[in-house]
């Protein structure tokens, strides 16, 4: 899988991140066609779906059925989301192409979301990296609420720090913060990415914002002023955390990709095809999507559109 020729790496969220917290459940040969969507708008890294319990996550129950008929290619890597050894289990039975585990930076969150407290989960990460490792299997880890947590309140640099030492025990390939309820700003993610950085080696660093106060867009454009070049985000701008009140959307790709390119940075995105969907995701979901690229159009105005 080369994405070597982008500036800014995009991993596609809306199967995963962003359905979990929609109240419409989506059928599996439209979850399937959203994939299909995302990689035809030129997205090579997709989170498809989490192995979580059904009872917990419903619009999540199809994991395995997701996984079974969606396209796969060398050019295209499936995320599954897991929270512990079981939902491992199931991912690599499903034939995921990576596994991205979350740690909640927040023990209230963490047990919210996870049933476990911080230190445990760490402990859980602990073991599914070694299995991950035997199975050839590329890693991920998202630290949650890495600024702001809904039950505690602030998440100190310190606190964040003690996680991501923790987790880095086990070094995925990947670590990603997440501004899980949309707290963050600019400064705040420069001051945490500059931290993080002292300690993370070679480890590829990734983040994650939310929308919910406006402020994910700038984020993330911090974050890319800080070196971060992978990014995610969901289409139409859809989703949040359902254990997190009032949660709101993650920013949107169309958005997202517009601002980058028009930055001079290449995402491998085509904008028309992304704003295609995102209007198609609406349709299906029987609402509008947050995300304004849809509804505005780029810029030049394209006159080929359609």
Not at 16 to 45: F, Y
Not at 165 to 178: F, G, M, N, R, V
Not at 187 to 206: F, H, K, M, N, Y
Not at 223 to 239: K, M, Q
């Amino acid at each position: 899988m080369d994405t070597s020729q982008r500036d800014i790496e995009i991993v596609e969220v809306s199967p995963r991140d962003g359905l979990q917290n929609e109240t419409t459940l989506m059928t599996t040969p439209d979850k399937v066609e959203l994939i299909e969507r995302a990689i035809t708008a030129g997205a090579r890294r997709i989170e498809a779906t989490s192995f979580v319990h059904p009872r917990i996550v419903p619009q999540m129950a199809d994991a395995e059925d997701v996984l079974a008929a969606a396209p796969r290619s060398d050019e295209v890597s499936l995320i599954g989301l897991t929270l512990n050894a079981k939902g491992f289990q199931r991912a690599v039975a499903a034939g995921v192409d990576e596994v991205n585990f979350v740690v909640v930076a927040s023990d209230t969150f963490n047990r919210e979301n996870q049933g476990v407290g911080t230190d445990e989960s760490i402990a859980v990460w602990r073991e599914i990296a070694a299995l991950a490792a035997e199975a050839g299997l590329g890693t991920s880890v998202t630290v949650a609420a890495a600024f702001g947590c809904p039950f505690e309140g602030e998440v100190p640099v310190d606190r964040l720090m003690h996680v991501v030492d923790a987790i880095l025990a086990s070094p995925p390939d990947e670590l990603a913060l997440a501004d899980t309820i949309g707290v963050a700003v600019p400064t705040q993610v420069s001051e945490r990415l500059r931290a993080i950085g002292t300690v993370a080696g070679d480890i590829r660093l990734r983040c994650h914002f939310h929308n919910t106060r406006n402020t994910g867009m700038a984020n993330a454009v911090a974050a890319v002023e800080n070196g971060v070049r992978v990014l995610d985000a969901s289409i139409g701008g859809i989703g949040g955390c359902p254990f997190a009140p009032a949660a709101t959307g993650n920013i949107p790709t169309e958005d997202l990709v517009y601002l980058l390119e028009r930055m001079g940075l290449s995402t491998g995105m085509d904008l028309g095809e992304v704003c295609d969907a995102a209007t198609w995701l609406g349709e299906r979901l029987d609402q509008t999507v947050p995300g304004l690229l849809s509804r505005a159009g780029g810029f030049p105005p394209d006159p080929d559109a359609h």
